[in-house]
């Protein structure tokens, strides 16, 4: 008998989807909101956007199981609203994959300064993606080792934080919590990339053969993801103080800042060290889960085969656009990927609740049906509204930056 793949491999997956270079920017974009607003709005953006992955896999059920976003939103939702989705999914996974390439191109490099960070680049894009070739359970695979060795430098990279944490730091006593309130909006964007998981939903699908389970992954996956996030969160802000951010925030969040402002808490080599095997996990788990995700939805969207010569074409069009912008322009994806987290709301939040609500009223109901009732659709729908609308606000400055 086949053997059903566990829940547990593909939980990594979705947590490597997740987790990934944004993560080590999550301190410098919450410094404003500080830990308990920072805290509370990662908890309600992990919860609205599991569900919301939810709503796609009841909405997709109806479908073949290599069936995503395109083939989906077309015949649900008609072609102009596809034509918006299919352009807002592949904007975030090629910016995401051309962040992903770039850093592990700097990252290595770093490692192995003898060979450029271009080469690097190449590289990184033929060997790992070479697992999104292959199979989904080659990701799989790969993914419960990098969760594994994630989890190990990570514990090592933040072991001297949290047994130095300090709780009057950590909650800021002695000042007023509710003012922290407008850089909680400002956050929310990024909390919300942070859990971009969505276009992996139709691969989970696949991957189970059934709703249940792949929800099962999901919502494990998510919580790794948002276990991680916190730690790391409350083990920096324990240790230093809100008003210290000002030179890590003047940097644009760079690690190489944050670990010189931490170096007088604890030995910055070391933390130094073990943050880059961390940010090299999870820079590659995050690269291999978002080219997976991309690559079954450009395989839905073209119409490739499930053969050698199908996946390679796949392959093609997921990895080499963002492969060639990266070695054109090795820095210009900083200003790009802020756009993500805005455009990422019509494909995390609204598409998944508009196909629900559109299924539902069809009367197409199946095994699987997402808790929560139309109550939920109309709150997810205004929460990628409401995103979407902070982003912009603090882009035009109707919202207050912090600056330390």
């Not at 607003?37 to 919860?47: D, F, H, N, Y």
């Not at 240790?239 to 800042?257: E, K, T």
């Not at 933390?271 to 939805?297: E, H, N, P, Q």
Request: charged residues 10%.
């Amino acid at each position: 008998m086949k053997k059903q793949p566990s829940v547990f491999g593909g939980a990594c997956i979705i947590a490597g989807v997740c987790v990934g270079a944004g993560m080590l920017a999550l301190p410098s974009a919450g410094a404003g909101a500080w830990t308990i607003w920072s805290t509370a709005i990662l908890v309600l953006t992990m919860i609205v956007m599991t569900l919301s992955g939810w709503l796609l896999l009841e909405s997709y059920q109806h479908y073949d199981h290599r069936a995503s976003f395109n083939t989906v939103t077309r015949d649900v939702l008609g072609s102009v609203a596809n034509i918006i989705n299919n352009l807002a999914v592949y904007f975030v996974g090629g910016i995401l994959l051309y962040a992903y390439i770039t850093s592990l191109g700097g990252i290595f490099h770093g490692m192995m300064p003898a060979v450029s960070m271009k080469i690097w680049s190449v590289l990184s894009c033929l060997a790992f993606g070479a697992f999104v070739w292959h199979s989904a359970r080659a990701v799989d695979r790969i993914s419960v080792v990098l969760i594994l060795f994630m989890a190990l430098s990570f514990v090592f990279a933040i072991s001297g934080l949290t047994v130095n944490i300090n709780i009057g730091t950590l909650f800021d006593q002695g000042n007023n919590q509710g003012s922290y309130l407008p850089y909680a909006m400002m956050f929310m964007p990024a909390a919300l990339t942070s859990f971009g998981y969505h276009h992996s939903v139709t691969s989970m699908r696949a991957y189970y053969g059934e709703e249940k389970k792949a929800s099962h992954a999901i919502f494990f996956g998510m919580l790794i993801a948002l276990s991680i996030y916190l730690l790391w969160l409350w083990s920096i802000f324990g240790n230093l103080p809100r008003h210290q951010f000002a030179p890590v925030i003047a940097a644009d969040g760079a690690v190489s800042v944050l670990l010189q402002t931490l170096g007088s808490v604890v030995e910055s080599g070391m933390v130094k060290r073990t943050l880059d095997a961390f940010a090299a996990a999870a820079v590659i788990s995050s690269f291999i889960g978002v080219g997976l995700g991309l690559f079954d939805y450009l395989a839905d969207l073209f119409g490739f085969a499930d053969n050698r010569s199908g996946r390679s074409q796949t392959w093609a069009v997921t990895f080499l656009p963002p492969l060639i912008l990266s070695l054109l322009f090795p820095l210009g994806f900083l200003v790009a990927i802020g756009y993500a987290g805005a455009i990422a709301t019509i494909w995390t939040c609204m598409i998944p609740a508009l196909l629900a609500w559109k299924t539902r009223r069809q009367g197409r109901a199946g095994r699987f049906v997402t808790p929560g009732g139309n109550l939920l659709i109309i709150v997810t729908l205004i929460f990628g509204i409401a995103v979407a609308a902070f982003h912009f606000l603090h882009m035009f400055g109707k919202l207050p930056a912090f600056s330390g």
